[in-house]
């Protein structure tokens, strides 16, 4: 069981950015592809970036290429995504997840292990 922390979340005006962080509890983090998603208020949760073990495959939403980056330290057993330019339709409670099962890496059913989440609030 690998249990997962974010962290980073918070209030920022449209334009600005942040930078969230999932720490995981298991050294073998290292194994699995890990992913970024959000569920806004209303809304099902959805893909935003995902990475494989190594770092050297990286998967993004279309609409938040060219402003999110997804990185790891596998040597600190964290994932990281840099949000940049943020919009306030962004606002949402944002989730790591380990990734369990085969197939895409962005679909959700394939992620088995969950954080609880970190509240962005991006104010226009």
């Known amino acids: 069981q690998v249990q997962l922390v974010e962290s980073g979340g918070g209030l920022v005006q449209a334009g600005g950015s942040l930078r969230l962080s999932c720490a995981a509890s298991?050294?073998?983090?290292?194994?699995?592809?890990m992913g970024w998603f959000r569920q806004a208020p209303g809304k099902e949760r959805e893909f935003v970036a995902a990475?494989?073990?190594?770092?050297?495959?990286?998967y993004y939403a279309e609409s938040v290429k060219g402003r999110f980056t997804i990185s790891r330290d596998n040597a600190k057993n964290t994932v990281y995504l840099q949000m940049n330019s943020l919009k306030p339709e962004e606002t949402a409670v944002y989730y790591c997840?380990?990734?369990?099962?085969?197939?895409?890496?962005?679909?959700?059913?394939?992620?088995?292990?969950w954080g609880q989440g970190t509240q962005v609030t991006v104010s226009s």
């Open positions: 997840a380990a990734k369990t099962k085969s197939g895409s890496s962005y679909s959700l059913l394939t992620y088995g292990y």
């Open positions: 298991d050294r073998t983090f290292s194994s699995y592809v």
């Open positions: 990475i494989n073990w190594t770092g050297g495959s990286l």
